[in-house]
DNA sequence: TAGTATAGTGTTTATAATACACTTTGTCAA
DNA sequence: TTGACAAAGTGTATTATAAACACTATACTA
């Protein structure tokens, strides 16, 4: 056993019901048996990081096809009592397709918790979670990652509440409306979801194309 | 030997003369034996990977007292012939305070190259380089680092040019001061500087109490 | 067919960004 | 001493972007 290891952690967030929501598994070993903890583990010899990443969420959880990016790599001496070890950190978005979430192959326990009230986490995951949620608030605002966030049909209001969700306040609804046909990177579509008695509302669809061109003069999604 | 090692590597730039640099030691060993690369090395057992990227620069290079923080960590299984090595790259910033950089106790050649047209570099060195001038600019226009790019006492155009370095293009001189003022973040002082034989320049010191408000509403800077 | 609950839509005002040119001042040389 | 030099320093008008704010439309249900 090497003196110096490298692991992956992953924080996957999603939204439902308006709430944000980040996936945690329950710890069935020391150290931290019984907290919770983000989905990881030790990165091979022969693969990349973020390949690690992917295997990890895919084993513990069961969630594939996710938006997944580096986060950060802690690496204080003394974070693991095991011994060394530095985590690299992913964070990733869960687009509410409908496979749920679900114990992997090691049938550890699996949970989505609030994101902004987390049970006591294992490690400094804490800290893990606090800048991820940094991270996550700044893309939206700047990039387009929001979309990430949801199936390929959506509504209107279903997007601006994955805004408000994540922001923490509510967004008035005409101009949310304004920018995001302003952005040019919604498409309606023929169809309409009724989701109460009352009137059905359009879905769109996300299109990058037109973003391109926006990406160059800096970025934006300036809610 | 472990089979897989953590090392950091530390891309410094400074602005001299409205140019960007970017600091590059000359590698004396194989792989890559006179290329040019960042100063760097292996994180010891027992030492934060922030302290090995201080340590580093000043091993290597003799720069102290700069502006540091963590970039982005490379981990493809070959991006080092001699096995697998994962890089903890660091972004720091040197403030053109007058200790010049210089080779350091293992006497290797060193230099500041120009940042957006270096030399052939090593490994996947390059990579870095792009990533860290990305980072560079994007912070540039959002948050205050600009400040860290020069010593305590600057004139307003030494300020500017070290926009214009980085950005890569001229700026409006009025809309500039108009901007810095506005920030509430510079205070002029009663001291002034001759450059050449015409009018000489006001002196500035950055104060960031202002600036704490601002943190709060996102951040800013936006040249 | 009246009630319900969300969908969907414009205008006005305030703030921020951009474009643009002349006067000031300390030195140096004639 | 004074005129040339070269960067320092300063203001306004226009345009673009952001924010505040309230009513009508519609599909279903009872």
């Given at each position: 056993m090497n003196e110096l290891r490298v692991a992956v952690d992953v924080v996957i967030f999603r939204v439902r019901q308006g709430l944000l929501q980040v996936l945690l598994v329950k710890r069935g070993l020391a150290p931290f048996e019984g907290r919770w903890a983000f989905p990881g583990g030790f990165v091979l010899k022969d693969e990349s990081l973020d390949a690690a990443a992917l295997r990890e969420?895919?084993?513990?959880?069961?969630?594939?096809?996710?938006?997944?990016?580096?986060?950060?790599?802690?690496?204080?001496?003394?974070?693991?009592?095991?011994?060394?070890?530095i985590s690299v950190s992913y964070f990733a978005l869960f687009s509410g397709g409908e496979p749920e979430a679900k114990a992997g192959s090691d049938a550890a326990e699996v949970e989505?918790?609030?994101?902004?009230?987390?049970?006591?986490?294992?490690?400094?995951?804490?800290?893990?979670?606090?800048?991820?949620?940094?991270?996550?608030?700044?893309?939206?605002?700047?990039?387009?990652?929001?979309?990430?966030?949801?199936?390929?049909?959506?509504?209107?209001?279903?997007?601006?509440?994955?805004?408000?969700?994540?922001?923490?306040?509510?967004?008035?609804?005409?101009n949310f409306r304004r920018k995001v046909a302003l952005l040019g990177v919604v498409e309606p579509l023929d169809e309409h979801r009724q989701e109460g008695i009352q009137r059905p509302a359009r879905l769109h669809s996300f299109s990058a194309r037109k973003f391109e061109r926006l990406k160059d003069r800096g970025l934006l999604f300036p809610f």
């Open positions: 969420l895919r084993e513990e959880t069961g969630v594939g096809d996710v938006y997944l990016e580096q986060l950060y790599t802690f690496g204080e001496p003394r974070r693991d009592p095991r011994g060394r070890v989505w918790a609030a994101a902004y009230k987390p049970p006591l986490l294992a490690f400094d995951h804490r800290a893990i979670l606090d800048y991820a949620l940094q991270r996550l608030r700044w893309k939206l605002e700047w990039t387009t990652v929001g979309f990430k966030l949801l199936p390929k049909k959506f509504t209107l209001t279903e997007l601006q509440k994955v805004y408000e969700a994540i922001l923490g306040r509510q967004l008035d609804k005409r």
